[in-house]
């Protein structure tokens, strides 16, 4: 496979600030004011405002919005509720455009490659689109085809976050998001980078070979490139249009997206980071697909052995294991007033693994994960002066809470202190080194630095 050819252009940068720049002037001028001359003005009336100017946008700014809103004390409660509702959906590139973008990926012969290619995409999203293809040797096909210009979208999208959240850390200083920025952008400009992703495909069918219930599809080398993803195709339905199915099935739904996420991270330390509903698809018979693999983390092994020594800090009360963890995690120097707000969350993030029976994920049944205990620790962090949340905390939350809305969706009942204990009461540090060594050496990936 070749290496992404940089399209991050000068005039495609300025197109795309003043695309977000005029979206975000009026938002901005109304919370200065707020801020300088006391203003009163409605939250939530802007927070839909905010989500009406960058909805009309589209594209890279639209992952970010979708990550930002669920890391709870990174944006007010109701700005993260009207984030959620984004949808990262971009106006297909016409015929034309897809020949000469296929041309430029494979060569001017690329047609002779397959044995048919729909010129039509399949599927949308923020940064690409989906074709369906045959190949010569009767396999169906995905073509995921980079938009033209993305770069430089996503460049200039990173620079207006960079200034939206300074605006909003002076608005509010519970959280400084200095850290989440650094991460989302390495994460972002991954993302731009199908090679990659395609490495990434690769160590996830390492990592789960062993997990019957869980499909990761075939790359197909030879037609991939940066900005051209082509993989196996795989059929089954969004969750949201499984339509109703008995408590069983919900439950052995819930029990495989819960392996397939956590399977990789206590066994080989990595994280699919984006549980987002179009990143997975249910099969007929009720086995799941993992379909993108754009945003993937690698951890250290201290991070994943802090996750567990927190869920033993939590159930036995030991602070000094708590701040171990935490400082494993990536915070420093905390105060004991600083980790009581933490453990606030920590506690709601690990209440269902500490009760050894069947229970839903979120007991108290109120349609929103987490919406109420963020709200209080977010607030509880305001008057405590803030904090500054590692990167390494970024996607391990978004994958936590991603995946707490899947199964409150699913509504399924299930023993999560069983499964966890499963995964993490044999944990070693070392053998986690030597396996995920192991894995991404198949894969061709390197660890994080």
């Not at 001028?29 to 100017?53: C, H, M, N, P, Q």
């Not at 959906?89 to 490659?113: C, I, N, S, T, Y």
């Not at 990595?270 to 698809?281: E, K």
């Amino acid at each position: 496979m070749s290496e992404p050819r940089s399209e991050n252009t000068f005039g495609g940068r300025v197109r795309r600030y003043a695309q977000v720049g005029q979206a975000m002037s009026g938002i901005a001028a109304k919370y200065a004011g707020k801020r300088v001359f006391g203003w009163e003005i409605d939250d939530s009336k802007y927070a839909e405002e905010l989500r009406t100017a960058l909805g009309g946008l589209k594209g890279p700014l639209m992952k970010v919005a979708q990550m930002l809103s669920t890391i709870p004390d990174a944006l007010p409660a109701d700005y993260a509720a009207e984030l959620a509702q984004l949808q990262s959906e971009a106006p297909p590139m016409g015929k034309p455009f897809v020949r000469r973008r296929m041309e430029a990926e494979l060569g001017p012969d690329w047609r002779r490659r397959f044995e048919s290619f729909q010129l039509e995409a399949a599927h949308a999203a923020s940064l690409g689109q989906v074709h369906k293809a045959k190949l010569h040797d009767g396999r169906d096909v995905a073509c995921k085809l980079q938009y033209p210009g993305i770069s430089s979208t996503v460049e200039a999208d990173l620079s207006q976050l960079k200034l939206i959240l300074d605006i909003y850390r002076r608005y509010d200083a519970a959280i400084d998001t200095s850290e989440i920025y650094k991460e989302i952008s390495v994460r972002l400009r991954e993302e731009l980078d199908y090679w990659r992703e395609a490495k990434n495909g690769g160590l996830y069918r390492h990592m789960l070979r062993d997990e019957p219930h869980v499909h990761v599809p075939e790359i197909v080398t030879e037609l991939s490139t940066g900005r051209l993803l082509t993989m196996e195709w795989v059929t089954g339905v969004k969750l949201t249009d499984l339509g109703e199915v008995d408590l069983e099935t919900r439950r052995a739904i819930a029990q495989k997206m819960f392996r397939a996420w956590y399977v990789p991270f206590y066994e080989y330390g990595v994280i699919h980071g984006d549980p987002h509903l179009g990143n997975y698809t249910v099969r007929d018979d009720y086995d799941i697909n993992l379909l993108d693999f754009g945003c993937i983390r690698v951890f250290q092994p201290k991070f994943v052995g802090g996750v567990i020594d927190l869920y033993y800090a939590l159930r036995d009360g030991d602070m000094d294991l708590a701040v171990s963890a935490y400082e494993a995690w990536g915070f420093h120097d905390l105060t004991k007033e600083a980790l009581e707000i933490l453990n606030i969350w920590a506690a709601f993030l690990y209440a269902p693994l500490m009760e050894d029976r069947p229970r839903l994920i979120d007991e108290n049944n109120t349609g929103q994960y987490g919406q109420a205990v963020a709200m209080d620790v977010h607030k509880r962090l305001k008057e405590y002066g803030g904090v500054t949340p590692p990167r390494e905390f970024v996607l391990m939350d978004r994958a936590a809470i991603g995946l707490g809305s899947v199964f409150l969706r699913l509504n399924a009942d299930l023993n999560w202190h069983r499964m966890f204990m499963e995964l993490a009461e044999n944990f070693d540090r070392d053998r986690l080194a030597r396996q995920q060594a192991e894995a991404l050496d198949v894969a061709g990936l390197e660890a994080e630095a």
